[in-house]
């Protein structure tokens, strides 16, 4: 029944209503008060009972509901009910009901409406739910039913809506709203939160909120939205003007979201956390006490359990072989297994003469007739690989018997393909592969038509085993058949937990005892007919069905999967055609029966004595065999013909139940406590029906067989009675080893248990079986789950499987597919996490899947009581399949680790499920100045002080000592050296468009001093913005307004394309500055006032705006000169990275001795070239662009950065063809050659690119060295030449635009490695390159002649000693001599420009502070000076750092490993909004993974940082604003999501 036939014709039944409620009524009661007329004495058997299948529970809140007869929806869709127990479907139902007061107000995902459509081919076709469980119909309720859930998990904006009516009381649980309503108040929902507490949470500790720093913000002030004017205090808190104190957000989609977020995380999580004081040095991951009431095991000692003994039948053969060769001689004409084709009817019959005579030919083809008769290619003792298809039992029947009689031994493996199998075939070392005709044709081909080789498997020589290709053995050729020895007979695969596939050998010995004990339980007689529904290539299948068969003459009818699909009663009509007496199934296949057996009412099952269910093991089969019991008893089917039994690779068949005595008793249940399962005791559960699991038994011992069970982990410690552990299995029937893995081999097949004190009992070994369980009352074998299930969370255990069934039974609402489910743990920080994934279907909404999931979430929670911590739903049949339709988890893990699986949906809960965060940080009260001054001095510590070299000593020519400004050089160069070129601007193909001598800039710059005063009517000491491209124009401006005595301000152009977002700052500086005119081109004069420019700003009060494109050339009567060199030269404006426009000013004796400090620092002089590829409009870029040359006399070739976007080789073929020893760039420019020129480095080398001639390559940047993009720089061209030593980084800040420069001596920049954990705790602590956590500095270039820096305490402002973290403070003739804002804020301005230390300074040095934590360390290295070196490491922008749980983050290094995770991030930027530590990622790949970067980037967070990450936002690439340093605008990132103008792809609210 393919999942293809939605509806496919499966008629209605009905259950009495009055049986249905009475069985309900028991169910229920606890949780229903007014439940009619029940005997509580009904309640005990209600347990062992399981109603009938499809019985749909009337509506939960009470139970005298519509006496209409309640039908089955016709539905199709294939089902597996493995995991259907309608006890448990109500448990889970009274669970959520439970929950009906806590209204949960989760925060709906955003999801971009073209995300995920699916396409139409999608949509019509539902995936092969063949292994999948349940007819959609079955668990459907009619609208009524889920009332009581529905009340529980009103969506959240109904339940937003309700609070909105005013009803806030809990009664208003009863109403229920429909989706629709609520939508439109969105707008006024932040009013609602800020005035509605919300229910249930009776202020519980707000495990959200940091430090109280946010009550010293000060008031919010009103400024433009393109960034804040400095003129707050750098110590508070100023996280965003937007959300006001009190953390009420601004009314957007997303601030409301978010709220509801904080709502559901205020309440307080489950176990609480202990109150332990954490040492300051060593941060302690919070292990979960043990709970002292949890239950603990009380039993004896439990002694191993023995089966009966393994009957002596005198005819049994010597060896499976001799069996063969017995009835293949005397019963040839027998059946021995029969095929069927498609439709489900026997196509051919194998006979025992058949069998033999063609399992000689191949044995004798195999032996002799592949290679010559020197060099066989197979000898005696070699694996041989089985493919087969699952459809052709015949085939593979005489391969198997053809490789036994030849010695050599198969390996049968499912279809090709697979990589996992690979890693199968190499460790057996097979080179030769069996299969038929029709499956080599089958197998995809190179071009020349050999078999393609897949990936990861060994070369294989393909033989096709169809009769026609097999040669006659002679007469006198007889194979050799000795008695059964410990010799491998084949080897079955397994897949383990990981996804690794092993082969588990089974020796003849083996293979015949299990045989012979199958034989004797089963109690097989000659020529019985048996049906068989497994693969008959492993397991149960291959046991009973291939070989147990040859050894009692049985005849199989091999039903194949395929059929299945088309005929689920298939193997039940076979039975009745064929008067089976065995049948050999799994749950699936009885559920497919019950689903379609309206289509046959005279089937018989009465000649079934055992009905073999094999995966009895699963603790939810129970149900199933009780539902196909009730339903075909009217069949036949006798109660006592139902075997479980247990079985896995590594013991064979474990226990099963024997075929019972017509009217004896059938065997008992157990109800356990899922709560004592979770602790591995064995509990009769008496408290809460809702978390009981009922499980049946899978018999007895094997005959022959010994059985312990095991502690699951550490040494194979015998359990307790009352204790779950792992079963064990000593006998001769059993795997021997994992063929070629003789380390893991060890711990499964010989294993000694040991007793409490560790010493062994007895010396027989026993083999692991993977399952858990204990042995019951009678002996009886319970199995409670599977090792490879079991999920380990603080300490406690739970079962993959028990979780898939909990899932199940919440009503899925249209949403799931049932049974396409998988349940996996990950090791996310410590400890397990449990993942549900389960599959979507096409036509569910949004509201309905995210609905469904919080649902899971809750009943999970409420019956197992653990928390899920990633719930994905992904398109309909998109997981990984097994070769027989189930779902391959281990795969499906992998795909989810690697973000390959691209769920439509998630919810990620680690708010909820991670308690083992180390506690908050509390910040001990300050340390007296005093008692550290002594410490540092105790400790043999000096103060973290560093400086360059003294600017007195180095003597420069009288060139300063004459000329006092700036302008006085350049009339002094235009007198002396006329002709000299000081710049050389170059376009996009290299060639230069522009230069300026000495002599033309100066008269360059009189004709606009001159046209200031005659148009623009300036007077001395205004200030006149300058609005100009990168190039030779704006020099020429600056130095004009120099000439003229007023104060230029320099400002990035409007990006015409971008008016809007580019524009505003450019109004904002000039209102700021209080320009009295604008200087620019005739181009940007147009697009000023333009009506572009319009719609962004008010362009009516511009101030006077002149074009200097066509001067009237005049003579300069006189040039301006300040009287004192305090006065002001210029002002420089920047956005920082916060998104606060500051502007400093710098005086004329500041630019002298700055321009001095570099010319020192590089060696500058009027022969030498530099290259500057940088931004010209604040900080050293501008320094470097305009005044430098004029200073020092050198050529400056301009290169702008633009340029570069449309020639990425135009920076580096420059400095190649001019020789340059050094040049200038930014951290944009040097990516884009990183990213843009990395394979092109071949074609740099043919177009003669060389860089040996540079000696320094400096990143101008005012942050952290980014070292992985300088390496990366170095490394990808050194290859032409560039040397190693060469990239080097600066350091400027607002207060002091040039602290650091490498320059020409001196020694090279050093880097150490800092652990990242104490940077947190705000302390430096250097470790070896490799330590886990660790964070790679390098030094800031060396600092500049004339300045003096020293690391400063932020709060208490003392100096701290070296290789301590704290603020750099820096005393130099070119600091900044104060902000030039709105507000003459003057307390800020002592405070950051002339600010003391607050002891140890004698002299009293006037400080300025540049806002960046870092350290001083002195090193082993000599400094030009002749002293010990001095290196200062910048750590980041105190502006920036995020404060979260009592620690300082830099948002860089959340950054760098979320940047790590996936392949397709683009670029990541993360701020904080109310205590939530918000991530956004720029997806690069398709859409489809976007939500695959959600668990990634959290998990990466937790697992590194240690923060829970609050919401991850999936953008467009190009959407993180980055200003022209290259440096990310985290708060207009911030301000835009809060607006919600992001256009995000997903927005995942992490509960």
Not at 79 to 101: F, M, N
Not at 683 to 694: I, M, Y
Not at 1419 to 1441: F, I, K, M, P, Q
């Amino acid at each position: 029944m393919d999942g293809t036939d939605e509806e496919g014709g499966f008629g209605k039944w009905d259950i009495t209503q009055k049986g249905y409620e009475k069985k309900r009524a028991k169910l229920l009661a606890p949780y229903v008060p007014q439940t009619q007329g029940v005997d509580p004495a009904l309640q005990k058997e209600t347990r062992t009972q399981t109603p009938a299948p499809s019985a749909a529970p009337a509506s939960a809140s009470s139970s005298s509901s519509s006496s209409s007869k309640f039908h089955r929806a016709r539905s199709g869709g294939a089902r597996d009910e493995r995991y259907r127990s309608d006890i448990h479907t109500e448990a889970v139902q009274a669970a959520l009901a439970k929950h009906k007061e806590q209204k949960m107000a989760l925060p709906m995902p955003t999801k971009r409406r073209s995300t995920f459509v699916q396409s139409p081919a999608d949509a019509c076709t539902p995936p092969d739910t063949s292994s999948a469980s349940e007819d959609e119909g079955s668990l459907r309720r009619q609208a009524a039913l889920s009332a009581a859930l529905h009340q529980s998990l009103q969506n959240a904006e109904s339940w937003i809506n309700r609070s909105i009516q005013g009803s806030s009381t809990s009664s208003s649980a009863s109403s229920t709203l429909s989706h629709g309503e609520g939508k439109g108040t969105s707008g006024s929902l932040a009013d609602v939160f800020a005035n509605t507490r919300i229910e249930n949470f009776s202020v519980p500790p707000d495990v959200t909120a940091t430090t109280s720093s946010s009550s010293a913000r000060p008031a919010a002030i009103d400024l433009p939205p393109s960034g804040i004017v400095k003129g707050m205090h750098k110590g508070s808190n100023r996280s965003s003007l937007m959300d006001t104190a009190d953390g009420v957000p601004v009314s957007s989609r997303v601030s409301t979201k978010i709220q509801q977020l904080l709502n559901t995380l205020k309440r307080p999580k489950r176990p609480p956390l202990k109150e332990f004081f954490v040492d300051d040095f060593e941060e302690i991951v919070e292990v979960p006490q043990p709970d002292p009431n949890q239950p603990k095991p009380e039993g004896r000692q439990m002694t191993p359990v023995k089966g009966e003994p393994l009957g002596v039948v005198c005819n049994w053969p010597p060896a499976l072989e001799a069996a063969l060769q017995r009835w293949g001689t005397t019963q040839a004409k027998c059946p021995c297994l029969t095929a069927l084709d498609v439709t489900g009817k026997p196509v051919y019959t194998l006979t025992y003469g058949k069998l033999w005579s063609r399992s000689l030919k191949l044995a004798y083809t195999l032996l002799n007739k592949l290679g010559t008769k020197n060099e066989p290619v197979l000898k005696p003792g070699d694996r041989v690989a089985l493919v087969y298809p699952n459809n052709d039992p015949v085939m593979f029947m005489v391969a198997f018997y053809g490789c036994l009689l030849a010695e050599v031994i198969p390996v049968p493996i499912e279809d090709a393909g697979g990589q996992q199998i690979g890693f199968l075939l190499g460790s057996c070392g097979i080179a030769l592969a069996l299969t038929t005709e029709v499956c080599l044709k089958g197998l995809p081909k190179t071009q020349n038509g050999e078999i393609v080789q897949f990936k990861g498997w060994p070369r294989l020589k393909w033989v096709v085993t169809d009769s026609k290709y097999l040669s006659k053995s002679p007469k006198d050729w007889q194979p050799n058949i000795s008695a059964a020895g410990t010799e491998p007979a084949y080897i079955e695969y397994k897949t383990s937990k990981e996804g690794s596939v092993m082969g588990v050998t089974v020796s003849r010995i083996a293979m015949l005892s299990h045989c012979q004990a199958l034989s004797q339980a089963c109690n097989y007689s000659e020529g019985e007919t048996i049906v068989n529904v497994l693969d008959f290539k492993k397991d149960a299948g291959l046991w009973h069905g291939i070989l147990t068969n040859v050894m009692n003459k049985l005849h199989t009818i091999s039903v194949p999967y395929s059929v299945m699909k088309t005929c689920p009663l298939s193997w039940v009509q076979r039975v009745h055609a064929h008067k089976a007496k065995v049948a050999l199934v799994k749950c699936r296949d009885l559920h497919w029966a019950m689903m379609a057996h309206r289509d046959q009412r005279d089937v018989s099952l009465s000649s079934l004595r055992m009905l073999i269910v094999t995966d009895g093991a699963n603790p939810w089969s129970v149900s199933s065999c009780d539902a196909f019991l009730s339903l075909f008893q009217s069949h036949g089917l006798k109660p006592e013909a139902i075997c479980p039994c247990a079985t896995s690779p590594e013991a064979m068949t474990i226990a099963i139940r024997r075929p019972g005595v017509p009217g004896a008793p059938l065997p008992g249940r157990a109800i356990l406590s899922m709560n004592g399962l979770s602790f591995g005791v064995i509990r009769v559960n008496t408290e809460d029906k809702n978390s009981a699991l009922t499980v049946q038994d899978v018999g007895h011992v094997m005959p022959g067989g010994m059985m312990c069970i095991v502690k699951p982990d550490g040494p194979p410690q015998l359990c307790k009675t009352d204790e779950i552990g792992e079963i064990c299995v000593s006998s001769r029937a059993g795997g021997m080893m994992y063929y070629g893995l003789a380390g893991v081999t060890k711990n499964t097949f010989e294993v000694i248990p040991v007793n409490s004190s560790g010493s062994p009992v007895g010396d027989v070994p026993f083999v692991r079986s993977g399952l858990l369980g204990f042995v019951g009352p009678g002996s009886l074998v319970f199995v409670v789950g599977k090792m490879d299930g079991l999920l380990t969370v603080s300490g406690r255990r739970h079962n993959a499987d028990d979780i898939v069934a909990t899932g199940l039974a919440v009503e899925s609402i249209k949403t799931v597919y049932r049974g396409r489910i998988a349940v996996f743990s990950v090791s996310v920080f410590y400890d397990e996490r449990i993942v549900v994934v389960a599959e979507q279907r096409p036509d569910a909404s949004e509201e309905d899947s995210f609905q469904w999931m919080s649902r899971v979430l809750q009943a999970i929670d409420s019956i197992h009581q653990v928390g899920v911590y990633c719930l994905a739903l992904v398109p309909a049949n998109t997981l990984p399949k097994t070769p027989l339709g189930g779902i391959h988890i281990s795969q499906t893990k992998q795909h989810f680790l690697e973000g390959s699986l691209h769920p439509c949906n998630i919810l990620m809960c680690p708010h909820t499920c991670v308690t083992n965060l180390p506690k908050p940080r509390q910040k001990q009260p300050g340390v007296g100045p005093a008692s550290v001054m002594v410490g540092n001095l105790v400790a043999g510590k000096r103060i973290a002080q560093a400086s360059g070299r003294d600017l007195g000593q180095i003597e420069d020519n009288d060139l300063v000592k004459k000329h006092q400004f700036l302008t006085e050089v350049l009339q002094w160069r235009a007198q002396a050296t006329p002709d000299h070129p000081l710049f050389l601007l170059l376009n996009a193909k290299g060639t230069t468009v522009c230069t300026a001598t000495c002599l033309q800039l100066h008269k360059k710059a009189e004709r606009i001093a001159s046209i200031l005063y005659e148009k623009g009517h300036l007077n001395a000491g205004d200030n006149v913005v300058l609005l100009y491209p990168p190039g030779i124009e704006l020099i020429s401006a600056f130095y004009g307004c120099l000439y003229a005595g007023c104060i230029p301000v320099t400002v990035r152009p409007p990006h015409a394309q971008s008016l809007t977002a580019t524009l505003p700052t450019v109004r904002m500086i000039v209102e700021v500055s209080k320009a009295a005119c604008i200087l620019t081109t005739q181009t940007l004069m147009r697009l000023l006032k333009s009506r572009e420019a319009a719609a962004a700003v008010d362009v009516k009060t511009w101030p006077t705006i002149i074009d200097t494109d066509d001067l009237p050339r005049k003579r300069l009567s006189q040039v301006y000169k300040p009287p004192t060199p305090e006065m002001l030269a210029y002002l420089d404006f920047s956005v920082s990275t916060t998104g606060m426009l500051t502007g400093v000013k710098m005086s004329h004796a500041a630019v002298s001795g700055l321009c001095r400090a570099i010319k020192l620092q590089c060696e500058l002089y009027s022969s030498r070239q530099i290259a500057i590829c940088l931004d010209p409009y604040c900080g050293l870029g501008f320094v470097l662009w305009c005044l430098c040359s004029v200073y020092s006399g050198h050529q400056s070739i301009l290169i702008p950065p633009m340029e570069l976007e449309s020639n990425l080789f135009l920076w580096l073929s420059t400095v190649s063809q001019y020789k340059i020893r050094d040049t200038f760039c930014s951290y944009s420019v040097m990516e884009l050659c990183t990213k843009g020129l990395g394979n092109q480095v071949e074609m740099l080398k043919a177009r003669g690119i060389n860089l040996s001639c540079v000696r320094t390559c400096v990143v101008v940047a005012e942050e952290r060295p980014r070292v992985s993009l300088t390496h990366s720089f170095s490394k990808l061209f050194k290859d032409i030449g560039l040397s190693s030593r060469a990239v080097s980084t600066t350091f400027g800040s607002r207060v002091n635009v040039a602290i650091c420069l490498q320059g020409t001596s001196g020694p090279d920049p050093t880097t150490v490695y800092v652990d990242l954990k104490s940077l947190r705790h705000d302390r430096v602590r250097l470790v070896e390159r490799g330590a886990p956590q660790s964070l790679l500095l390098s030094e800031s270039g060396k600092i500049l002649p004339g300045v003096k820096v020293v690391i400063v305490n932020p709060e208490t402002k003392g100096p701290l000693g070296d290789s301590h973290l704290g603020e750099i403070w820096v005393n130099s003739p070119h600091t900044a001599s104060g902000y030039y804002t709105i507000y003459d804020n003057e307390t800020l301005q002592a405070d950051h420009f002339n600010t003391r230390l607050s002891f140890g300074d004698a002299a009293q040095t006037l400080w300025a502070r540049t806002g960046y934590l870092g350290f001083v360390r002195r090193t082993e290295l000599t400094a030009a000076s002749g002293e010990r070196h001095d290196a200062l490491y910048v750590v980041g922008a105190l502006d920036e750092t995020l404060e979260l749980r009592g620690l300082r983050y830099h948002p860089i290094d959340i950054e760098t490993s979320v940047s790590r995770t996936h392949r397709s991030i683009a670029e990541c930027a993360v701020f904080t909004w109310t205590n939530l530590l918000v991530v956004v990622v720029e997806l690069c790949g398709c859409e489809q993974e976007a939500l695959d970067l959600v668990p990634l980037v959290t998990n990466v967070v937790l697992e590194e940082h240690y923060l829970i990450v609050g919401v991850v936002v999936v953008v467009d690439p190009g959407v993180i604003p980055i200003n022209s340093r290259g440096e990310k605008q985290r708060m207009h990132l911030r301000d835009s999501f809060l607006a919600d103008q992001l256009d995000p792809i997903y927005v995942a609210y992490n509960m």
